[in-house]
């Protein structure tokens, strides 16, 4: 046994806190060193209320690790010459030529990968509630084409998952193949990584089921957006995985990149991965030392390698957030990306220089990102060879700022609610449209389940059968649905949006006419709330099929 595969069997308390002080069920941890694997460590159970363990082979969604498998097979379609890094996507994408600003006419695929576009993030088309999907595969580039741009084209970092999904339907495009069939061919039958799939888990044992964690602690099976191939989402985030699939890919990964940066050529013997040059060179600056590349994140120590973990994002952020240091000072350039979304967290940390990997996945969001901070103090001993002692006092931090997170949010928004509407429900009712005319919310009156309120309003979702929203009296032509932790992430399965415009939908009209337009604010990154303008019927509405049931208007 090695000194440092020593050092980390020591955290092994450590690890252990951290978990317990986010909630979350399971962990599993994974450490590649000089290329090969120094230490693998498993805690919790895979389902909650009965004693079975994870193992290297459990199978947990990986969120955005994903990316780094999409940015990856665009690149083997380029080294192909099927795909070119830098031809405007619309010659691959005929649907998006209707968008005619900078983004339409120019972006290609390395803008794409690299997050650069400026693109909003408008997670909200793709799904809210109960795993429904919530756009049709075939109107995906058409809304693509529509969402707003928040910064400028090339020159500013946008974390938006319409970038990636844009390059799924490209890889879809060019092959004839879904994205998951493209990298199974090309990546994961080579590698040997047959606990890995684009599909559904269904047919799988051995996996570990997605939870929430209401304020008392307690767990919630949680319902979860099959990602696959099917929706557009694959190249998204719709890998799961394995702790031992994951470290043969960055394995392999990191191997090729070592390779190629030493011989200057673009492939390497015997190995799939290509063009690992573009793949971790930084495109464009996100904070402070942190750049993005393609589907990875570069930080050059010291700097803040949980950028893009919750515990930064929502819980601490960046000023309290820890500062790695790479040993005596010097820089030291680490590869990172984090995945979040409803019932699962997951880090990887990669370092070509010794050949490094730490990979640390979980099943739920639970009170902190675990998978940030064990990961970090992994790093932190093999880069320096001593543990950071902070990390659980800042994990407690990060749990009490989540706890509080939805009173604070349900105060805040209180503390203006006069409760009184100008009109009766029954004039806010119809069908709402957004500019691309495939999007619908429909407000319907509904009892109010606040007493003395005169009646509240249903906004219904796509028509879908679940995702709705039921709406109370907020002030004058604004109504509201009150935060509640344990009915939106532990009951319907959303993502936490904590943001006080998300809880609010305004209704307007013109001088005093009947009501004409519905405002959101759903989207965190755009300055203003999305329009919604009433009408019968969007210009390209289907009726479209929800699985077996229709949805009509």
């Not at 390395?110 to 400026?118: A, H, I, K, S, Y």
């Not at 890995?196 to 570990?208: E, G, I, K, L, Q």
């Not at 349900?410 to 006069?418: G, M």
Request: proline fraction near 6%; charged fraction near 20%; charge should be neutral.
């Amino acid at each position: 046994m090695s000194d440092l595969t020593k050092q980390l069997q020591e955290q092994d308390g450590v690890f252990r806190e951290l978990l317990a002080i986010s909630n979350c069920p399971s962990m599993s941890v994974g450490v590649l060193h000089n290329g090969e694997i120094i230490h693998t460590a498993h805690y919790g159970t895979r389902e909650v209320g009965k004693k079975l363990p994870p193992n290297d082979d459990t199978i947990y969604r990986t969120a955005s690790l994903t990316k780094s498998l999409t940015a990856c097979a665009t690149a083997a379609l380029v080294y192909d010459g099927i795909l070119d890094w830098d031809i405007p996507i619309r010659n691959y994408l005929p649907d998006f030529r209707e968008r005619q600003d900078d983004i339409g006419l120019n972006a290609t695929v390395r803008d794409l990968l690299c997050n650069r576009t400026g693109l909003a993030t408008g997670d909200y088309y793709w799904g809210q509630q109960y795993g429904e999907f919530l756009l049709p595969h075939d109107e995906l580039v058409h809304m693509a084409a529509h969402i707003p741009a928040v910064r400028p084209f090339r020159k500013r970092f946008v974390y938006s998952t319409w970038n990636y999904s844009l390059v799924t339907e490209i890889v879809e495009a060019v092959t004839g193949m879904t994205l998951g069939q493209f990298i199974g061919k090309r990546f994961l039958g080579p590698l040997g990584m047959d606990r890995t799939t684009f599909s559904d888990t269904h047919r799988y044992d051995n996996v570990a089921l997605g939870y929430a964690v209401d304020a008392d602690g307690s767990y919630h099976h949680v319902p979860l957006q099959q990602m696959n191939d099917e929706i557009g989402l694959a190249g998204v985030c719709g890998v799961k995985s394995s702790l031992k699939d994951l470290i043969i890919w960055y394995k392999g990964l990191l191997s090729a990149q070592q390779d190629q940066a030493t011989s200057g050529l673009p492939n390497s013997p015997t190995s799939p991965f290509v063009h690992t040059k573009d793949i971790f060179y930084p495109h464009v600056k996100v904070l402070g030392s942190t750049s993005y590349c393609m589907g990875l994140y570069k930080t050059t120590l010291p700097g803040l390698l949980g950028l893009s973990s919750l515990n930064t994002i929502s819980w601490l952020g960046s000023k309290k957030s820890p500062i790695v240091e790479a040993a005596s000072g010097r820089p030291l350039d680490v590869w990172h990306h984090t995945g979040s979304m409803p019932a699962c967290l997951a880090t990887a940390f990669l370092i070509p220089e010794t050949q490094t990997a730490v990979v640390v996945l979980t099943n739920a969001i639970g009170f902190m990102d675990p998978t940030d901070f064990v990961a970090q103090q992994i790093l932190a001993i093999v880069i320096n060879g001593k543990a950071n002692r902070s990390l659980v006092d800042l994990a407690k931090v990060a749990r009490a700022s989540n706890i509080a997170e939805y009173p604070t949010l349900h105060a805040k928004l209180l503390h203006a609610r006069t409760g009184k509407s100008n009109r009766p429900p029954s004039s806010y009712e119809g069908h709402y449209w957004n500019a691309a005319g495939n999007f619908c919310l429909t407000i319907s009156a509904h009892p109010s389940s606040s007493p003395g309120m005169g009646g509240g309003l249903r906004m219904a979702v796509q028509a879908v059968p679940l995702t709705s929203y039921n709406l109370e009296p907020y002030d004058a032509d604004t109504w509201w649905w009150p935060p509640n932790r344990k009915l939106e992430l532990c009951e319907k399965g959303m993502h936490a949006y904590k943001q006080a415009g998300c809880h609010l939908v305004t209704f307007s009209s013109s001088d005093g006419e009947p009501v004409d337009r519905l405002l959101w604010h759903h989207d965190p990154t755009t300055a203003e709330p999305e329009v919604f303008k009433r009408g019968k019927e969007g210009p390209r509405w289907k009726g479209y099929v929800r699985g077996s049931k229709e949805a009509r208007l």
